[in-house]
Structure formats: C-alpha cells, structure tokens
Nanobody
Framework: QVQLVESGGGLVQAGGSLRLSCAAS????????MNWFRQAPGKQRELVAA???????RYSDSVKGRFTISRDNAKNTVYLQMNSLKLEDTAGYYC?????????WGQGTQVTVSA
C-alpha cells in the first residue's frame, strides 16, 4: 500500500504558476508510476502527467509545454509544476500511484484559475 498527500493547490490568475506536491508514504522508485490526474465538474477525469519508476515521462496534449512533472526520490515526493495556467486548467488535481494491479489515490487539491 501507499498513502499519498497532495498540497500546493489554490487560486491563481491566468498566466500564473503553481506547484503541486504529492508526498508518498514509501519509496516512490518501488512504485510503477506516479501520476497526476485532474477532474473538472461535469468532465471526465484526465491523466495530466505521469512518471515511471524508470523515469519515463508523459504528458497530455493539453498541458504539454506548460506543465512539468518531476520527483525528489529522497523525499518520496512528486511535483507538478504548472506554468502559463489557463482558465480551463481549473480542476481538482489528484495524485495516483500505479502499483502493480492497484492504484492508490490522494485526497486531491483544488486548482482554480481566474481571469
């Protein structure tokens, strides 16, 4: 099992930046992949970014070039740096750990982008 705690959400103006953090309860290098999802009201959940234990990174087309996923192995923490935020980035952001056949979720953090 792994417990995940997200932080760093908030209210930001369009064009601004935020950094989300996801602290895991165990060594993230033993977890197949660490993911950031988001879900806005009335919309489907979207995979925003992911990083595998081997360091492979992927982004959704909607955030490519603006968001950066990274990790601090010593702190067992994954980050999502979000730059050039747009109104449509407003959503609940969730960290998820893909660990074999299981997926563990954090409680989520709200990101609201204002005009």
């Amino acid at each position: 099992q792994v417990q995940l705690v997200e932080s760093g959400g908030g209210l930001v103006q369009a064009g601004g930046s935020l950094r989300l953090s996801c602290a895991a309860s165990r060594n993230i290098l033993t977890i197949n992949a660490m993911n950031w999802f988001r879900q806005a009201p009335g919309k489907q959940r979207e995979l925003v970014a992911a990083i595998t234990s081997g360091g492979f990174i992927r982004y959704s087309d909607s955030v490519k070039g603006r968001f950066t996923i990274s990790r601090d192995n010593a702190k067992n923490t994954v980050y999502l740096q979000m730059n050039s935020l747009k109104l449509e980035d407003t959503a609940g952001y969730y960290c998820a750990a893909s660990d074999g056949e299981f997926t563990y979720w954090g409680q989520g953090t709200q990101v609201t982008v204002s005009a």
